[in-house]
Structures are given as structure tokens and as C-alpha cells.
């Protein structure tokens, strides 16, 4: 075998990419709204009872991740609070929200457990101020 030869085959063993595969790949972005990255304490209970705190992130009009103190069985629906600044007063977005995933192993920045929130009911006036407090406060990503 000659040297060049044996080198493009160590080069396919590793993984590279074989010639004529320089075109990529293409994903499509499934999400109907915009993700904004934030950091943003909550509240929420389940079925009117004790409320508990958490933090928003990672939030879009479609819903959002939280980090909750506790285990949460998906499907699950909650009512939240959204508490930020505006001004000097604070504010707030209230919204019934449905847990759609857990990642149920602590995440080591927070201690928390990681839940994907999506949107069931949300008030036209929550609406626009989460708009607002998205493009204010967020980061897009």
C-alpha cells in the first residue's frame, strides 16, 4: 500500500468525512417562536395548593425550561408566576403551563431538576409583557 493511500483510510476509520460529503447537513428548526436565554425566578403550584419557587429560562412565547427543587411527573399541569422588574414595581406573567419533559438528574449548576414547560393558557395582556420582557431582558439564541 502506498502512504497515501493507507493515510485516507486512517482518516475514514476516525470519522472523517469521505470525499464528496462536504455538502453538510441540514436541520430544521421545529419550534414555532424564538428562544430568548433568561434567568428569572417563578413561582408555581399544582392543583391551587402550596406554592413553590424555580427559575425560567430559556424562555419563547411557546413556553419555557424551569429548574424546580422537586421531582415533577411529565404531563403535569401548573400555574406559574413569572416575577421580574419593571421599574422600580415588580411584575409579573401568570400562565397554566404543562410539564412536556423532565430531565430528572440534578443539574449541578442549579441542584434542581430540568423541566420543558409548555404554554396552555396565557392572557392576552401576559402575552404582550412576555413579549416585552423577552426582547427587554433576553438573549436570543
Given at each position: 500500500m502506498s502512504p497515501g493511500k493507507n493515510?485516507?483510510?486512517?482518516k475514514r476509520k476516525?470519522?472523517?468525512?469521505?470525499?464528496?460529503?462536504e455538502k453538510g447537513?441540514?436541520?430544521?428548526?421545529r419550534r414555532k417562536h424564538p428562544r430568548?436565554?433568561?434567568?428569572?425566578?417563578?413561582?408555581?403550584?399544582?392543583?391551587?395548593?402550596?406554592?413553590?419557587?424555580?427559575?425560567?429560562t430559556n424562555a419563547s412565547r411557546g413556553g419555557l425550561v424551569a429548574y424546580f427543587p422537586v421531582a415533577i411527573t411529565v404531563g403535569t399541569l401548573l400555574d406559574i408566576e413569572i416575577i421580574f422588574a419593571n421599574g422600580f414595581e415588580l411584575s409579573s406573567v401568570r400562565a397554566r403551563a404543562r410539564v412536556i419533559w423532565s430531565h430528572l438528574a440534578p443539574e449541578v449548576i442549579w441542584g434542581e431538576y430540568r423541566y420543558g414547560l409548555e404554554f396552555e393558557r396565557l392572557h392576552e395582556r401576559d402575552v404582550r409583557k412576555l413579549k416585552t420582557l423577552l426582547r427587554e431582558t433576553g438573549e436570543l439564541r
Open positions: 493515510s485516507t483510510t486512517e476516525r470519522g472523517q468525512t469521505q470525499p464528496g460529503s447537513i441540514f436541520i430544521a428548526e430568548f436565554s433568561v434567568e428569572l425566578p417563578l413561582d408555581y403550584s399544582i392543583e391551587n395548593q402550596e406554592h413553590y419557587g424555580g427559575v425560567a
